[in-house]
């Protein structure tokens, strides 16, 4: 489940139990989630629709709804229902225009190499760290810079977006788990779009608690 507000994530889960999924993208920051946009790659079925019900959405876009979900979700007054279940994506190409000036590239897929990524202490992340940091990395990419992420068992706790200073968006990342899921902010992971130019940043995310730092 990925809830989208302006154009950035607030709250990214990943769970076999599609309602967890959502329940934990949600609580990430249930106050950036209002009026947000919510994509999941699941059906919606009616326990789901229950739980969507409770908050104020504005879109859902879902790979299909069954009845008793829609008779839910149909009460909403402003809420759209989106059905992804036959959407394929054909075009890998994305353009951009910028006054006469037109760029066309393809879309990146790319997260990270796996062999390439070098670990500069004498702590090595285990396969499941690495599986987790892949998740929050990936993440990193749909935030505006300054992005941080962060993230605990594949979902994230804390996001900072779009600020000019990148100790500023830690500052809010930090922030933002402290006042929503303060007890997952042990043991989370970091994730930087670009690298850390100072030590403030890193500083700031190891005393908060995070325990794994992932930067290109």
Do not use: M, W
């Not at 892949?134 to 505006?144: E, G, R, S």
Request: proline share 4%; aromatic share 8%; charged share 25%.
């Amino acid at each position: 489940t990925v809830i989208i507000k302006h154009a950035n994530p607030c709250g990214v889960s990943e769970n076999k139990l599609p309602i967890e999924s959502f329940k934990n993208a949600y609580s990430c920051d249930p106050v950036s989630a209002f009026g947000g946009v919510v994509a999941c790659n699941f059906k919606i079925n009616v326990n789901i629709a229950l739980e969507i019900s409770k908050n104020f959405l504005e879109v859902i876009l879902a790979k299909g709804f069954d009845a008793n979900s829609l008779k839910v979700l149909k009460k909403k007054k402003n809420l759209r229902l989106i059905d992804i279940s036959k959407y394929k994506l054909k075009n890998i190409s994305s353009i951009k225009t910028f006054d006469n000036s037109f760029l066309i590239q393809n879309k990146d897929k790319v997260i990270f190499d796996t062999k390439k990524l070098k670990c500069v202490t004498k702590l090595k992340p285990s396969k499941k760290e690495l599986s987790e940091i892949k998740f929050a990395f990936n993440i990193c990419k749909y935030v505006k810079s300054n992005a941080i992420v962060l993230s605990n068992n594949y979902s994230t706790i804390g996001i900072g977006a779009g600020q000019p200073s990148r100790l500023d968006s830690c500052k809010i990342a930090i922030q933002k788990a402290k006042r929503f899921l303060p007890k997952k902010i042990k043991h989370s992971i970091a994730a930087s779009d670009a690298f850390f130019p100072f030590a403030d940043g890193v500083e700031a995310l190891i005393k908060a608690g995070v325990k794994i730092i992932v930067q290109p």
